[in-house]
Protein backbone atom coordinates (compact mmCIF):
# COMPACT_ATOMS: atom_id res chain seq x y z
CA UNK A 1 0.00 0.00 0.00
CA UNK A 2 1.53 3.67 -0.79
CA UNK A 3 1.76 5.76 1.47
CA UNK A 4 -0.36 9.47 0.85
CA UNK A 5 1.87 12.03 -0.11
CA UNK A 6 2.01 14.62 2.48
CA UNK A 7 0.87 17.90 2.33
CA UNK A 8 3.76 19.94 0.55
CA UNK A 9 4.87 23.82 0.63
CA UNK A 10 1.88 26.40 0.12
CA UNK A 11 1.35 29.57 -1.31
CA UNK A 12 0.29 30.39 2.33
CA UNK A 13 3.62 29.97 3.36
CA UNK A 14 5.29 31.77 0.73
CA UNK A 15 4.07 34.68 1.73
CA UNK A 16 0.63 35.21 0.02
CA UNK A 17 -2.66 34.36 1.74
CA UNK A 18 -5.24 34.19 -0.50
CA UNK A 19 -8.21 33.70 2.06
CA UNK A 20 -6.79 37.55 3.71
CA UNK A 21 -7.22 38.49 0.19
CA UNK A 22 -11.00 37.29 0.00
CA UNK A 23 -11.76 38.50 3.34
CA UNK A 24 -10.62 42.32 2.45
CA UNK A 25 -12.50 42.27 -0.91
CA UNK A 26 -15.80 41.03 1.04
CA UNK A 27 -15.03 43.92 3.88
CA UNK A 28 -14.75 46.46 1.08
CA UNK A 29 -18.51 45.28 -1.06
CA UNK A 30 -19.93 48.15 0.83
CA UNK A 31 -17.57 51.11 0.22
CA UNK A 32 -17.84 50.32 -3.30
CA UNK A 33 -21.45 50.22 -3.75
CA UNK A 34 -21.37 53.48 -2.07
CA UNK A 35 -19.72 55.15 -4.73
CA UNK A 36 -22.62 54.14 -7.54
CA UNK A 37 -23.82 56.79 -9.82
CA UNK A 38 -25.49 56.68 -13.39
CA UNK A 39 -23.55 54.23 -15.38
CA UNK A 40 -22.30 52.27 -13.04
CA UNK A 41 -23.90 49.64 -10.53
CA UNK A 42 -20.50 49.97 -8.04
CA UNK A 43 -19.93 46.09 -7.71
CA UNK A 44 -16.99 44.15 -7.37
CA UNK A 45 -15.86 40.54 -7.93
CA UNK A 46 -15.63 40.05 -11.92
CA UNK A 47 -13.01 39.92 -13.86
CA UNK A 48 -13.53 43.41 -14.89
CA UNK A 49 -15.84 46.27 -14.49
CA UNK A 50 -18.17 47.57 -16.57
CA UNK A 51 -19.74 51.84 -17.61
CA UNK A 52 -22.48 52.94 -19.69
CA UNK A 53 -21.69 55.84 -20.97
CA UNK A 54 -25.52 56.08 -22.45
CA UNK A 55 -26.70 55.82 -19.20
CA UNK A 56 -24.65 58.48 -17.86
CA UNK A 57 -26.43 60.93 -19.92
CA UNK A 58 -23.43 61.39 -22.78
CA UNK A 59 -24.46 61.54 -26.45
CA UNK A 60 -20.86 62.30 -28.55
CA UNK A 61 -18.13 61.76 -25.91
CA UNK A 62 -14.41 61.74 -25.74
CA UNK A 63 -13.28 59.37 -22.76
CA UNK A 64 -10.23 60.62 -21.31
CA UNK A 65 -7.82 58.68 -18.93
CA UNK A 66 -5.23 59.60 -16.01
CA UNK A 67 -3.41 57.10 -14.12
CA UNK A 68 -1.07 58.56 -10.97
CA UNK A 69 0.04 57.90 -7.21
CA UNK A 70 0.53 59.28 -3.96
CA UNK A 71 4.05 59.37 -4.43
CA UNK A 72 6.18 59.13 -0.84
CA UNK A 73 3.73 60.28 1.16
CA UNK A 74 2.52 57.04 1.27
CA UNK A 75 5.72 56.46 3.59
CA UNK A 76 4.33 58.84 6.02
CA UNK A 77 0.64 56.97 6.17
CA UNK A 78 2.97 53.37 6.89
CA UNK A 79 4.87 55.05 9.64
CA UNK A 80 2.32 56.71 11.62
CA UNK A 81 -0.29 53.51 11.16
CA UNK A 82 -2.53 56.59 9.69
CA UNK A 83 -3.77 54.77 6.41
CA UNK A 84 -7.66 56.31 5.47
CA UNK A 85 -6.18 59.54 3.90
CA UNK A 86 -3.82 58.47 1.06
CA UNK A 87 -7.02 56.64 -0.79
CA UNK A 88 -8.48 60.37 -1.01
CA UNK A 89 -5.08 61.59 -2.33
CA UNK A 90 -5.21 58.65 -4.78
CA UNK A 91 -8.17 59.59 -6.29
CA UNK A 92 -7.58 63.42 -6.46
CA UNK A 93 -4.41 63.30 -8.04
CA UNK A 94 -6.23 61.26 -11.23
CA UNK A 95 -9.82 63.06 -11.45
CA UNK A 96 -8.04 66.67 -10.63
CA UNK A 97 -6.13 65.63 -14.15
CA UNK A 98 -9.34 64.77 -16.12
CA UNK A 99 -11.22 67.97 -14.79
CA UNK A 100 -8.67 69.90 -15.89
CA UNK A 101 -9.34 68.48 -19.55
CA UNK A 102 -12.92 69.72 -19.33
CA UNK A 103 -13.98 65.66 -18.84
CA UNK A 104 -16.36 64.93 -15.87
CA UNK A 105 -15.05 61.53 -13.83
CA UNK A 106 -17.01 58.39 -14.48
CA UNK A 107 -14.87 55.44 -13.22
CA UNK A 108 -12.11 54.62 -11.01
CA UNK A 109 -10.22 51.77 -10.63
CA UNK A 110 -7.11 51.34 -7.69
CA UNK A 111 -3.83 49.33 -7.43
CA UNK A 112 -3.00 48.42 -4.29
CA UNK A 113 0.61 46.91 -3.53
CA UNK A 114 2.19 45.13 -0.45
CA UNK A 115 4.53 42.60 1.33
CA UNK A 116 2.35 41.36 4.03
CA UNK A 117 -1.49 41.79 3.19
CA UNK A 118 -3.14 43.23 6.48
CA UNK A 119 -7.01 43.34 5.96
CA UNK A 120 -7.26 46.35 8.26
CA UNK A 121 -4.78 48.46 6.81
CA UNK A 122 -6.11 47.37 2.76
CA UNK A 123 -10.01 48.12 3.94
CA UNK A 124 -8.65 51.86 5.12
CA UNK A 125 -7.51 52.44 2.19
CA UNK A 126 -9.96 51.51 0.21
CA UNK A 127 -12.58 53.53 2.47
CA UNK A 128 -10.07 56.55 1.29
CA UNK A 129 -10.74 55.45 -1.53
CA UNK A 130 -14.44 55.36 -2.03
CA UNK A 131 -14.84 58.63 0.05
CA UNK A 132 -12.59 60.60 -2.89
CA UNK A 133 -15.12 58.82 -5.47
CA UNK A 134 -17.95 60.05 -3.89
CA UNK A 135 -16.35 63.16 -3.72
CA UNK A 136 -15.90 63.28 -7.60
CA UNK A 137 -18.85 61.68 -8.31
CA UNK A 138 -16.91 58.32 -9.83
CA UNK A 139 -17.97 54.57 -9.36
CA UNK A 140 -15.10 52.80 -8.34
CA UNK A 141 -15.44 49.96 -10.64
CA UNK A 142 -12.86 47.64 -9.41
CA UNK A 143 -9.15 47.17 -8.58
CA UNK A 144 -6.08 44.86 -7.71
CA UNK A 145 -4.52 43.80 -4.18
CA UNK A 146 -0.94 42.55 -5.18
CA UNK A 147 1.00 40.77 -2.06
CA UNK A 148 4.17 40.35 -3.24
CA UNK A 149 6.74 39.20 -0.17
CA UNK A 150 10.09 39.95 -1.17
CA UNK A 151 9.39 42.79 -3.59
CA UNK A 152 8.00 45.35 -0.45
CA UNK A 153 9.24 44.67 2.73
CA UNK A 154 6.90 43.70 5.39
CA UNK A 155 3.23 46.10 5.43
CA UNK A 156 4.80 48.27 3.26
CA UNK A 157 2.81 49.48 0.44
CA UNK A 158 2.29 51.41 -2.78
CA UNK A 159 -0.97 52.60 -4.51
CA UNK A 160 -1.64 53.48 -7.73
CA UNK A 161 -5.02 55.00 -9.28
CA UNK A 162 -6.35 54.66 -12.95
CA UNK A 163 -9.40 56.63 -13.92
CA UNK A 164 -11.60 57.44 -16.98
CA UNK A 165 -14.16 60.65 -17.96
CA UNK A 166 -15.97 61.96 -20.53
CA UNK A 167 -16.52 65.11 -22.08
CA UNK A 168 -19.19 65.85 -25.00
CA UNK A 169 -17.31 66.27 -28.52
CA UNK A 170 -16.04 69.62 -28.81
CA UNK A 171 -15.45 70.46 -25.01
CA UNK A 172 -12.42 69.72 -24.03
CA UNK A 173 -9.91 72.07 -22.40
CA UNK A 174 -8.09 73.39 -23.32
CA UNK A 175 -9.58 75.51 -25.51
CA UNK A 176 -7.76 77.22 -28.78
CA UNK A 177 -8.21 80.77 -27.75
CA UNK A 178 -6.21 81.16 -24.62
CA UNK A 179 -4.62 84.90 -25.44
CA UNK A 180 -2.51 87.66 -23.98
CA UNK A 181 -4.48 89.23 -21.63
CA UNK A 182 -6.59 86.25 -20.61
CA UNK A 183 -6.69 86.40 -16.60
CA UNK A 184 -5.51 83.55 -14.12
CA UNK A 185 -7.33 82.93 -11.05
CA UNK A 186 -5.77 80.60 -8.38
CA UNK A 187 -8.01 78.05 -6.21
CA UNK A 188 -6.85 77.59 -2.78
CA UNK A 189 -5.13 74.42 -1.84
CA UNK A 190 -5.84 72.04 0.85
CA UNK A 191 -2.04 71.71 2.19
CA UNK A 192 1.15 69.57 0.34
CA UNK A 193 -1.43 67.72 -1.21
CA UNK A 194 0.58 64.95 -2.99
CA UNK A 195 3.75 66.27 -4.43
CA UNK A 196 7.31 67.29 -2.91
CA UNK A 197 7.53 64.59 -0.29
CA UNK A 198 11.03 63.16 -0.97
CA UNK A 199 11.47 66.88 -0.06
CA UNK A 200 9.19 67.08 2.95
CA UNK A 201 11.13 64.20 4.80
CA UNK A 202 14.45 65.14 4.06
CA UNK A 203 13.58 68.62 6.08
CA UNK A 204 11.84 66.55 8.78
CA UNK A 205 14.81 64.32 9.19
CA UNK A 206 17.66 67.09 8.52
CA UNK A 207 15.55 68.75 11.88
CA UNK A 208 15.66 65.37 13.70
CA UNK A 209 11.21 64.90 13.81
CA UNK A 210 9.47 62.16 14.16
CA UNK A 211 6.23 62.05 12.66
CA UNK A 212 4.67 62.34 16.11
CA UNK A 213 5.78 65.26 17.15
CA UNK A 214 4.07 68.24 17.66
CA UNK A 215 3.98 70.02 13.82
CA UNK A 216 5.48 73.28 13.90
CA UNK A 217 3.47 74.89 11.51
CA UNK A 218 -0.42 72.95 12.82
CA UNK A 219 -0.75 73.61 16.62
CA UNK A 220 -3.04 70.70 18.06
CA UNK A 221 -1.73 68.19 15.53
CA UNK A 222 1.13 65.67 15.44
CA UNK A 223 3.51 66.06 12.26
CA UNK A 224 2.30 63.02 10.58
CA UNK A 225 -1.53 63.61 11.51
CA UNK A 226 -0.87 67.01 9.60
CA UNK A 227 1.18 66.50 6.35
CA UNK A 228 -1.22 63.91 5.74
CA UNK A 229 -3.98 66.48 5.15
CA UNK A 230 -5.95 64.89 1.51
CA UNK A 231 -5.24 66.28 -1.80
CA UNK A 232 -8.60 69.12 -2.44
CA UNK A 233 -10.56 67.21 -5.03
CA UNK A 234 -11.53 70.34 -7.18
CA UNK A 235 -13.99 68.22 -9.61
CA UNK A 236 -17.60 69.52 -8.74
CA UNK A 237 -17.11 72.95 -8.22
CA UNK A 238 -15.27 73.37 -11.54
CA UNK A 239 -17.84 71.07 -13.60
CA UNK A 240 -20.18 73.50 -12.26
CA UNK A 241 -18.44 76.43 -13.16
CA UNK A 242 -17.86 75.28 -16.69
CA UNK A 243 -21.00 73.96 -17.17
CA UNK A 244 -22.97 77.52 -15.66
CA UNK A 245 -20.65 80.72 -17.64
CA UNK A 246 -18.83 78.08 -20.32
CA UNK A 247 -15.98 80.68 -19.65
CA UNK A 248 -13.13 78.92 -18.48
CA UNK A 249 -10.86 78.82 -21.32
CA UNK A 250 -7.64 76.30 -19.73
CA UNK A 251 -7.45 74.67 -16.10
CA UNK A 252 -3.76 73.47 -14.86
CA UNK A 253 -3.36 71.57 -11.62
CA UNK A 254 -0.34 72.39 -10.13
CA UNK A 255 1.63 69.41 -9.19
CA UNK A 256 5.01 67.90 -9.77
CA UNK A 257 6.91 70.79 -11.36
CA UNK A 258 4.98 73.54 -9.43
CA UNK A 259 3.89 76.48 -11.63
CA UNK A 260 6.85 76.63 -13.80
CA UNK A 261 6.18 73.32 -15.95
CA UNK A 262 2.12 73.15 -15.15
CA UNK A 263 0.87 76.10 -16.29
CA UNK A 264 2.76 76.37 -19.64
CA UNK A 265 1.08 72.54 -20.48
CA UNK A 266 -2.55 74.68 -21.45
CA UNK A 267 -0.93 77.29 -22.80
CA UNK A 268 -0.54 78.26 -26.99
CA UNK A 269 2.66 78.66 -28.28
CA UNK A 270 3.85 82.65 -27.97
CA UNK A 271 2.31 82.91 -24.65
CA UNK A 272 3.56 82.89 -21.26
CA UNK A 273 2.39 83.66 -18.08
CA UNK A 274 2.68 86.67 -15.22
CA UNK A 275 2.19 85.88 -11.64
CA UNK A 276 1.69 87.99 -8.55
CA UNK A 277 2.88 86.12 -5.69
CA UNK A 278 1.70 89.31 -3.58
CA UNK A 279 -2.10 87.74 -4.57
CA UNK A 280 -1.18 84.01 -2.90
CA UNK A 281 -1.55 83.54 0.86
CA UNK A 282 0.68 80.12 1.50
CA UNK A 283 -0.05 77.99 3.92
CA UNK A 284 1.79 77.84 7.27
CA UNK A 285 3.60 74.40 6.40
CA UNK A 286 5.59 76.05 3.28
CA UNK A 287 6.51 78.47 4.98
CA UNK A 288 7.68 76.36 7.69
CA UNK A 289 9.25 74.13 4.70
CA UNK A 290 11.30 77.59 3.18
CA UNK A 291 12.71 78.40 6.63
CA UNK A 292 13.48 75.28 8.42
CA UNK A 293 14.74 73.89 4.88
CA UNK A 294 16.38 76.89 3.84
CA UNK A 295 14.37 76.57 0.39
CA UNK A 296 14.84 79.54 -1.77
CA UNK A 297 11.67 80.78 -3.00
CA UNK A 298 12.11 79.38 -7.00
CA UNK A 299 12.67 75.73 -6.05
CA UNK A 300 9.21 76.39 -3.71
CA UNK A 301 7.55 77.69 -6.76
CA UNK A 302 8.64 74.68 -8.94
CA UNK A 303 8.21 71.75 -6.16
CA UNK A 304 4.77 72.86 -4.38
CA UNK A 305 1.66 74.34 -4.97
CA UNK A 306 2.66 76.91 -1.95
CA UNK A 307 -0.87 77.34 -1.88
CA UNK A 308 -2.77 77.51 -5.16
CA UNK A 309 -3.82 73.82 -5.93
CA UNK A 310 -5.89 75.07 -9.68
CA UNK A 311 -4.96 77.73 -11.89
CA UNK A 312 -8.25 78.77 -14.03
CA UNK A 313 -7.92 80.70 -17.27
CA UNK A 314 -10.97 83.11 -18.57
CA UNK A 315 -10.87 86.07 -20.35
CA UNK A 316 -10.89 89.48 -18.70
CA UNK A 317 -14.77 90.26 -19.33
CA UNK A 318 -15.68 86.69 -18.12
CA UNK A 319 -13.27 86.60 -15.10
CA UNK A 320 -16.64 88.34 -12.67
CA UNK A 321 -18.63 85.24 -13.69
CA UNK A 322 -16.43 82.60 -13.35
CA UNK A 323 -15.71 84.20 -9.95
CA UNK A 324 -19.42 83.88 -8.80
CA UNK A 325 -20.18 80.70 -10.38
CA UNK A 326 -17.26 79.24 -8.78
CA UNK A 327 -18.27 80.78 -5.45
CA UNK A 328 -21.71 79.68 -5.68
CA UNK A 329 -19.84 76.18 -5.09
CA UNK A 330 -17.71 77.52 -2.33
CA UNK A 331 -14.65 78.23 -3.55
CA UNK A 332 -13.12 81.66 -3.17
CA UNK A 333 -11.00 82.53 -6.00
CA UNK A 334 -7.57 84.99 -6.19
CA UNK A 335 -6.63 86.98 -9.16
CA UNK A 336 -3.24 85.38 -9.83
CA UNK A 337 -2.01 87.16 -13.15
CA UNK A 338 -2.39 86.91 -16.97
CA UNK A 339 -1.54 85.43 -19.44
CA UNK A 340 1.15 87.45 -21.73
CA UNK A 341 2.97 87.50 -25.15
CA UNK A 342 6.23 84.97 -24.79
CA UNK A 343 8.49 85.04 -27.78
CA UNK A 344 11.22 82.11 -25.83
CA UNK A 345 13.43 84.91 -24.74
CA UNK A 346 12.69 84.80 -20.67
CA UNK A 347 10.79 82.88 -18.52
CA UNK A 348 7.66 81.66 -19.65
CA UNK A 349 5.99 81.90 -15.77
CA UNK A 350 7.52 85.26 -14.66
CA UNK A 351 6.55 86.44 -11.44
CA UNK A 352 6.27 89.60 -8.96
CA UNK A 353 6.14 89.95 -5.90
CA UNK A 354 7.02 88.03 -2.81
CA UNK A 355 5.53 84.40 -1.40
CA UNK A 356 6.46 84.98 2.09
CA UNK A 357 6.18 88.45 3.43
Known amino acids: MTEQKQEGLTYA ?10 AMVDAIRPLVRSTRRPGADAEIGGFGG ?11 PILVAANDGVGTKVRIA ?8 VGIDLVAMCVND ?6 EPLLFLDYYATGRLDPDTAVAIVRGVAEGCRMAGCALIGGETAEMPGLYAGEDYDLAGFAVGAAERGQLLPRPDVRPGDVLLGLPSSGVH ?3 FSLVRRVAANLGLSWSDPAPFAPGQSLGRALLTPTRIYVKPLLAAIRKTGAIKALAHITGGGFPDNIPRVLP ?6 LNLDAITPHAVFRWLAEAGDIAESEMLRTFNCGVGMVVVAAPE ?30 RVAVSGRLFR
Open 98 to 103: LVVQGA
Open 50 to 60: LFDLKAAGFTD
Open 78 to 85: IDTGVHDT
Open 194 to 196: SNG
Open 269 to 274: EGCGVS
Open 318 to 347: QVDAVRLALAAEGENSVVLGEVTPWRGDGP
Open 13 to 22: QAGVNIDAGN
